[in-house]
């Protein structure tokens, strides 16, 4: 492909990527196709011929799009957002564009300082400790996902608790070692954990807003000492995925610290709303903390992937993965004035991830983010008062932030009904799960389409699906 064919096909794409923008308020979130039907549609061959390009890009429509579950639309309220926007999409192209490759600073010095730049801005937009800077003893590094940086950090905390020894003098196995997280944690927490060779996970009980519960932690650390175990890790997390409950970090960490645990944080949805300094509150006790991981691509309208990972202290994440080959020595390297980010992570190779975020930041500014967030923080309000002010509905947990958490107030039947209706009107799309072994309904807004109508419409789904209850006598 000559570049004045790229230019043509690649204008093509962007008025096809603007058209399917457009089309998203109109289209069926859910496609309803079954398992094979899109494979059905290739050919059983790789093609052996060069085919012209507008035939490739024409399959977006014959062959892509009928398979997609639309996360873009305007009525995903589903899981959690992933939600992009079109700053984010012209980032994402424009680090294709440059084909960089920046395991090391020498190897892409614009790539590693962007990243450090733009993950410093953050650590002041969201409020985090001053420590969490590359400026600092700390830094921060993009990553593909929390579950990656989960276990990235679990990893350090394996190294951290072998290197030091107990009264006796004896330094702990990995077996003996045991990590801490709550009943609401999120899974990659315990993947994390078996990826890293732990043993020992406990799942440490939660109150009736669904935090962990600093006593029950405390008993269990305890009792794992008793039994000659080593406490290696807790994971506290900001905006569990059930219901967005906040562990309390400052308790946490009265725990964690004396007992020379590694304090993790998982706010994987939750960190990009610290950006609103009314919310702050949820992180009180983060300055005492070892590191901290968010994910732009749920809610800071930077597509996916793009993780933030943050540490305190740079030194033991060193420790742990720095390895050097001999074709990876350079003076710059050697100098220690630059950051090489493969010793920050698993992977040595290492894409420009840090462009899209870059432009996001840019184009919409703190001040358009925030206003994006409380807009998603006020609409979920609003649902939340209506189903709490309606018999029919019960509220399962406080639920925070732009989640809405409820069920219906006749049963687990009623309340799968319910589900199936709103899944099954096509525009609007919600997440049935459960807690304490009830099904509930999980409301989550803040796809970038959204607008206040496409949640009003939500509510009237609801209000004309939902089953009457029985009124007391
Ligand atoms: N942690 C929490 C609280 C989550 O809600 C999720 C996903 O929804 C994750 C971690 C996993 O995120 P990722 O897909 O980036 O690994």
């Not at 192209?93 to 733009?118: D, K, Y």
Request: hydrophobic share 45%; proline share 7%; net charge negative.
């Amino acid at each position: 492909m000559s570049p004045e064919e790229f230019r043509t096909h690649g204008h093509r794409l962007i008025d096809w990527v603007a058209d399917y923008w457009e089309s998203l308020p109109a289209l069926d979130v859910h496609s309803d196709i079954e398992p094979g039907d899109i494979r059905a549609l290739l050919p059983s061959q790789a093609p052996e011929q060069p085919e012209p390009f507008d035939a490739v890009l024409d399959d977006l429509d014959r062959v892509v799009t009928g398979g997609l579950t639309h996360w873009q639309a305007p009525g995903w309220f589903a899981y959690f957002p992933a939600n992009a926007s079109f700053p984010s999409i012209l980032g994402e192209l424009a680090a294709a564009g440059l084909g960089q490759q920046g395991m090391l600073w020498a190897t892409s010095p614009a790539a590693t300082e962007i990243e450090a730049h733009v993950l410093d801005w953050l650590v002041e937009l969201l409020g985090l400790p001053e420590a969490f800077a590359t400026t600092g003893p700390g830094g921060g590094v993009m990553q593909m996902s929390a579950s990656d940086s989960t276990h990235t950090a679990l990893v350090v905390a394996r190294e951290q608790a072998r290197s030091r020894a107990d009264p006796r003098g004896a330094l702990p196995r990995t077996d003996d070692l045991v990590v801490y997280a709550s009943t609401q944690a999120h899974s990659s927490v315990e993947k994390g954990a078996r990826v890293a060779g732990y043993r020992h996970v406990r799942l440490v009980d939660v109150d009736e807003a669904y935090a962990m519960r600093p006593d029950a932690l405390s008993a269990a650390v305890a009792a794992d000492l008793a039994g000659g175990l080593t406490p290696a890790a807790v994971v506290s997390t900001i905006g569990t995925t059930g219901t967005t409950a906040v562990d309390p970090l400052r308790a946490i960490a009265a725990i964690a610290r004396p007992a020379g645990m590694w304090h993790h944080v998982d706010a994987a949805y939750a960190g990009s709303a610290m950006i609103c300094p009314e919310l702050r509150w949820m992180q009180d006790g983060v300055d005492l903390v070892d590191s901290y991981t968010f994910n732009p691509h749920k809610w800071m309208f930077t597509n996916f992937d793009a993780n933030v990972f943050y540490v305190a202290d740079r030194a033991p994440l060193l420790e742990t993965l720095s390895i050097l080959p001999p074709y990876l020595r350079n003076k710059a390297s050697e100098s220690g004035e630059v950051l090489d980010y493969r010793d920050w992570h698993v992977p040595l190779g290492r894409r420009f991830r840090a462009l899209k975020l870059w432009f996001v930041l840019r184009s919409y500014g703190a001040q358009g983010i925030r206003h994006h967030i409380r807009e998603h923080l006020a609409w979920a309000a609003g649902l939340r008062d209506r189903l709490d002010a309606d018999p029919r509905f019960t509220l399962v947990a406080p639920s925070p932030l732009a989640l809405v958490t409820f069920r219906h107030s006749g049963g687990a039947e009623a309340t799968r009904r319910l589900t199936e209706a709103v899944n099954a009107s096509g525009h609007s799309r919600v997440t049935a799960s459960v807690l304490d072994d009830e099904p509930f309904i999980r409301v989550s807004i803040g796809a970038t389409t959204t607008r206040e109508e496409h949640v009003q419409r939500l509510w009237h789904l609801l209000d004309s699906a939902a089953e009457p209850v029985e009124e007391p006598a």
